[in-house]
């Protein structure tokens, strides 16, 4: 079975600053990785995903994240936050192969500081 | 486009009432998926549906019952609702051969 750990439950961090949100799982099969976004009384929306080829991925708004398999890792990161990034953040992780439903971290909360 | 559709929004209960939180999707997705979200929690699987006419166990399927009426829709009844079941509960649901799976706004749920 696949589990997802994120280290940091809040992270507060200036506006303008970089940002890495980290991500831990385990598995011992191929996985899919996902990073949702969750703002304030709403669902959740995807920020980006690794499914094969390049490690480094990239979403619209300034964020990536990196697969790191020896280290079985996918750690977001911005190198400039804004206000409007204030959000909840879920990675997720689902087996690589079946159909089988997406595992998801407790979530960190990241509060950007004016 | 609408989506994935949940109704309703907001819900009270007192302990021991039933109610049924109705989801709909209108992308023509096979898979659908219950999940209840509760603060430190982060996201539990309560049920999912991975074609019509099936349904499978999550991590928290006690006190919860399913449906997947047809292909749209899956809905998630409390036969006998609990303050344990205090929750904001998501449906979402995923296209086979696609990865990734879409959610709906959210069903808040207060048992008192």
């Known amino acids: 079975a696949q589990s997802v750990t994120q280290l940091d439950s809040q992270v507060p961090v200036f506006e303008e600053a970089p940002v890495e949100l980290r991500c831990n799982y385990s598995?011992?099969?191929?996985?899919?990785l996902f990073w949702y976004v969750q703002y304030p009384n709403q669902g959740l929306q995807l920020l980006l995903k690794?499914?094969?080829?390049?490690?480094l991925v990239e979403s619209i708004n300034g964020f990536e994240a990196e697969f790191n398999k020896s280290q079985t890792s996918f750690h977001l990161r911005k190198p400039s936050v804004h206000i409007s990034d204030t959000a909840e953040y879920f990675c997720?992780?689902?087996?690589?192969?079946?159909?089988?439903?997406?595992?998801f971290g407790k979530g960190t909360r990241l509060s950007v500081i004016a | 486009n609408a989506g994935v559709t949940q109704t309703p929004k907001f819900q009270v209960l007192k302990t021991g009432q039933s109610m049924t939180l109705q989801c709909a999707q209108d992308?023509?997705?096979?898979?659908m998926y219950w999940y209840r979200q509760d603060p430190g929690m982060g996201l539990r699987l309560i049920y999912y549906?991975?074609?019509?006419?099936?349904?499978d166990k999550g991590e928290v399927p006690n006190g919860y019952n399913v449906s997947r009426l047809n292909k749209r829709e899956f809905s998630l009844r409390l036969e006998s609702a609990a303050p344990s079941q205090t929750s904001v509960y998501f449906c979402?649901?995923?296209?086979?051969?696609?990865?990734?799976?879409?959610f709906g706004q959210g069903t808040r749920l207060t048992v008192v």
């Open positions: 549906s991975a074609s019509e006419g099936t349904t």
């Open positions: 979402a649901s995923r296209r086979d051969g696609v990865t990734e799976a879409f």
């Open positions: 997720a992780v689902r087996r690589g192969s079946g159909n089988t439903p997406l595992v």
């Open positions: 690794y499914l094969s080829g390049s490690t």
């Open positions: 598995s011992s099969v191929s996985v899919y």
């Open positions: 992308m023509n997705h096979n898979s």
